[in-house]
């Protein structure tokens, strides 16, 4: 009996669409090898929203195997400019069906239906960006004799597993395609168990882009399951993964021990946000508030470790508790709303025990620290003062709306407090003093530094971790590195 791939739903913004549940293999929704589903439920109501076909070995074997054909078929022959137009073609064919992404995005995630929308203009942006990059990989002529012609080109890597997070789904899926696709390659992509539907909605674009069969396959599965047999497959060249420090270990360990294939790594975070006395108190409270809040919390680079200097502390502490109070927690289809749902139940049970774990270090919470009492899975923007560094509220990353506030004196301690963490995802400075910003920005071990601002990623702009934040680099000219391999052609002349 064939399998259901698609069944009827209507968004809580009143959007009614057909919404695709199969495995995306080959330009075909299929149902998984055994039948098997994932319940997906809307975090905001605790509620079913439907389930979608589960992926495993089998099925990462059928979309490898469909992958592998066309990179050695005619996707093999397309040119720079033909990969450049089916790129644009699903930039723009999701513009057009932005408000559905953004809605189906909202419902899946909890996020806010504003905050969603940007997700999707982003996710565009990013395509767009990349489809422009296509024709513009080049290799170099090397003169190292006149008797010789050498030359470089760069080559695509092959076939791209990529393994993408739920705190942004449409918009990783873009960051891990759009420079998979520029470079030549053909890709296997995994969303997230819990947060699938867009990306779902999103592969039915692919086939109205008119991509050939086989060059993006879309599947969701577990991590455990079809995310290990991405990240060991042998006919897998490149794997892709933004998610947490411990999985990205594994998939390295996965990785070493199956083909050597080539590895990118976006890991966690637990970054420090600064503010010197010279500071703009207002705005750099407004800053501070959206570097640990935005997207409640759920996010890899989110400033989580305030650190302000003595001079302003009381009043700065002040101020963005008044921010704080400000945020609109309600129905993430509400347009009003600026703090939704956490994503799930367990990803909220977490962070109220990370929450319990702060009170018994004896650190005070000066605002937040519930659960909010409304169905859903919705919790406080909170804060803790009174902290010590041997904390795990301080040390550990939360993935939540909770941040941790301390005092500091002078450049040199909050340098060396800033870089005392495993991680090195990003980082925030704000003051009117450029020789600061910079002699601070310059002695950070971090992969982005925001000066006056924070959560300014842009896909022109390379990002990614130092230390156990991550390996290599997304967005920007750099991302073409990681799904490109150098060829040295050497000719003699003579």
Known sequence: MATKTAVSLTTPTGIAYQQPTGLFINNEFVGGSDEG???????????????????????IDKAVAVARKALNGPWRLTTPAERSQYIYKLAMLMEESAEKLAAVESMDNGKPINSARGDIG???????????????????VIDTDPSKLNYTRREPIGVCGQIIPWNFPLMMWAWKVG???????????????????????????????????????????????????????????????TGSTAV??????????????????????????????????????????NGIFSNMGQNCCAGSRIYVQSGIYDAFVQKLKEKIQQRAIGPPED??????????????DRILG???????????????????????????????SEISGDMDIVNEEIFGPVGVIGKFETIEEIIETANDTAYGLASGIHTENLKTAIEVSNNIKAGTVWVNQYNGVHWQLPFGGYKQS???RELGEEALFNYTQTKTVSVNLQ
Request: net charge neutral; with cysteine.
């Open 37 to 59: 589903t994932i319940d997906v439920v809307n975090p905001a109501t605790e509620k079913k929203i439907c389930a979608v076909s589960e992926a495993r070995e089998n099925d």
């Open 122 to 140: 982003g996710a565009i942006g990013c395509l767009r960006y990349y489809a422009g990059w296509a024709d513009k990989i080049e290799g170099r």
């Open 179 to 241: 420079p998979a696709i520029a470079c030549g390659n053909t890709v296997v992509l995994k969303t997230a168990e819990i947060t699938p539907l867009s990306a779902l909605v999103a592969a039915e674009l692919i086939v109205q882009a008119g991509f050939p069969p086989g060059v993006i396959n879309i599947v969701t599965g577990y991590g455990n399951i079809a995310g290990s047999a991405i990240s060991c497959h042998m006919g897998v060249d490149k794997v892709a993964f």
């Open 248 to 289: 990205g270990r594994q998939i390295l360990k996965d990785a070493a021990s199956s083909n050597l294939k080539k590895v990118t790594l976006e890991l966690g975070g637990k970054s420090p946000n600064i503010v010197f006395n010279d500071a703009d108190l207002d705005r750099a409270a407004s800053w501070v508030d």
């Open 335 to 348: 347009e009003k709303t600026t703090h939704g749902a956490q994503v799930s139940k367990a990803q909220l």
């Open 354 to 384: 990370y929450v319990d774990s702060g009170k018994k270090a004896g650190a005070k919470i000066e605002i937040g620290g519930n659960r909010v009492n409304r169905p859903g899975y919705f919790m406080e923007p909170t804060i803790f």
């Open 470 to 472: 991550g390996i290599g």
